[in-house]
């Protein structure tokens, strides 16, 4: 079976500050992870996916993840917090070739203060 | 513009009723899903589908069911036999390539209440 963990359901930075955002996975099988992102009230947005091409994954706004296989881990981070970036995240894993099957963690929403 | 559109954005049901809540995509994808979002708990699968006139229970289907007789639409019902209705549901679709995951597009989502 595969889960996600993410480790703060809360996380506040000020504005310019570093983003860090912490996903962990269980998986028996070579992982697809995926990062998710969600303003209020709406739906969810792909920010990045890693599909085994390449451990640090660069997606949209700013933000990159990497694949650490040996830490089980698929952090999710932004050199520099914005306003615009204040959402819930959610770290996705997927469960098996057929179906793009998803498995979400429980999310985390990041508050940026001016 | 291609996406995954759906309706209502606000539904009100009371107790002992049915309502359906659709979705329709013009992404041409095989694969159409129904999530349940409740606050600090992520999102769970309700139902999805692989292909038309084919649909498989997620994790938490009691309640709940689901049609696919078009590829662009899957509506989904909720009775009166799922007992806490009151949610944000969400429906996504994706492609489906044998050996490829595909990510998967969501809609704006429909938020339930129980009157």
């Known amino acids: 079976a595969q889960s996600v963990t993410q480790l703060g359901s809360h996380v506040s930075v000020s504005e310019g500050a570093l983003v860090l955002l912490r996903c962990n996975y269980s998986?028996?099988?070579?992982?697809?992870l995926f990062w998710y992102v969600q303003y209020p009230n709406q739906g969810l947005q792909l920010l990045l996916k890693?599909?085994?091409?390449?451990?640090l994954v660069k997606g949209i706004n700013g933000f990159e993840a990497e694949f650490k296989k040996s830490e089980t881990s698929f952090h999710l981070t932004k050199p520099s917090a914005h306003m615009s970036d204040a959402a819930e995240y959610f770290c996705?894993?997927?469960?098996?070739?057929?179906?793009?099957?998803?498995?979400f963690g429980g999310g985390t929403r990041l508050m940026v203060k001016p | 513009d291609g996406g995954i559109t759906q309706s209502p954005k606000y539904l009100f049901r009371k107790e002992g009723q049915n309502v359906t809540l659709s979705c329709e995509q013009n992404?041409?994808?095989?694969?159409m899903y129904w999530y349940r979002q409740d606050p600090g708990q992520g999102l769970r699968l309700i139902y999805y589908?692989?292909?038309?006139?084919?649909?498989q229970k997620g994790d938490i289907a009691e309640g709940y069911s689901v049609s696919r007789e078009k590829k662009e639409s899957f509506p989904l019902t909720v009775t009166s036999a799922q007992k806490n209705p009151t949610a944000f549901y969400l429906c996504?679709?994706?492609?489906?390539?044998?050996?490829?995951?595909?990510?998967?597009?969501f809609g704006p989502g429909t938020r339930l209440t129980v009157l």
């Open positions: 996504a679709s994706s492609m489906q390539t044998g050996g490829v995951h595909n990510e998967q597009f």
């Open positions: 992404l041409n994808h095989d694969a």
């Open positions: 996705a894993v997927s469960s098996n070739n057929a179906g793009n099957m998803l498995t």
């Open positions: 890693y599909t085994s091409a390449a451990t």
């Open positions: 589908s692989q292909i038309v006139n084919d649909f």
């Open positions: 998986s028996s099988v070579p992982p697809y």
